[in-house]
């Protein structure tokens, strides 16, 4: 369903976590048992300054195509990667992930079937050395907005950059795609509300949080939740 479509409920929370027993690895942000806010440093076993030599070459090879040089993106084709705030959010196990599976419906191609487990890694090794950043701490708590207020947030707001129905470059916007379940299944509610308090460092994306100086709009959390909830009730 485009996210255009009308809300069908008031209120949006997002289904139960499952069972940490079974995942191999910690998400970014993900929840501690006494509710703390996670880390996006919980991590895979990479050695990120052993590996980012081979990282770079397999970047130069796979990636430079869409995501530039050096990190700084391609506007119409693949996102800024060299973002002290986007590495900051993104965990190991996202990134992996997404280089791995690609982003159906996008340029993000799924490199698992060409690549092994260890260059996957070697990659993430080298993006981490494209901007300086520390791992940012998430919150992770429930998630609670109002659809309907989400998606009058999102038309004043955020359709402006992101499209109408958050396809982003494939709607002549120039911001990214964000309404994909491709891109909001790999990503938690802790790294939606990173971002979208603190901005994408070194794109158009400015800060959006309320007492931020430099932001775009200011949103309260209250709104931010909304929004998250909006895209993730309407996600196609």
């Not at 806010?37 to 397999?58: C, M, R, T």
């Amino acid at each position: 369903m485009l996210l255009g479509g009308a809300a069908s409920c008031e209120t949006y929370e997002r289904p139960g976590k499952p069972d940490e027993s079974k995942r191999s690895v910690a998400k970014a942000g993900s929840a501690k048992a006494d509710g703390d806010p996670g880390l996006s440093g919980d991590k895979l076993n990479i050695d990120y300054d052993a590996v980012k030599a081979e990282g770079e070459k397999l970047y130069a090879v796979t990636c430079i195509g869409c995501h530039g040089p050096s990190g700084e993106g391609m506007v119409g084709i693949g996102p800024k990667l060299a973002s002290a705030t986007f590495l900051a959010a993104a965990s190991d196990e996202m990134l992996v992930n997404t280089i791995t599976s690609g982003r159906p419906g996008t340029t993000m191609a799924p490199w698992g079937a060409t690549m092994q487990t260890k260059q996957v890694h070697a990659l993430v090794g080298y993006l981490r050395s494209l901007a300086p950043h520390e791992p940012a701490a998430l919150n992770e708590s429930p998630l609670s907005g109002d659809v309907t207020r989400g998606q009058d947030v999102y038309a004043r707001i955020c359709s402006t950059c992101h499209g109408k129905h958050g396809a982003g470059y494939q709607e002549s916007s120039s911001g990214t795609g964000i309404g994909r379940k491709a891109f909001l299944d790999t990503v938690s509610d802790g790294f939606m509300r990173h971002i979208i308090k603190n901005g994408k460092s070194g794109t158009k994306m400015r800060a959006f949080e309320e007492k931020a100086p430099t932001a775009v709009a200011n949103l309260n959390d209250q709104e931010i939740e909304d929004v998250i909830a909006y895209l993730r009730s309407k996600a196609w």
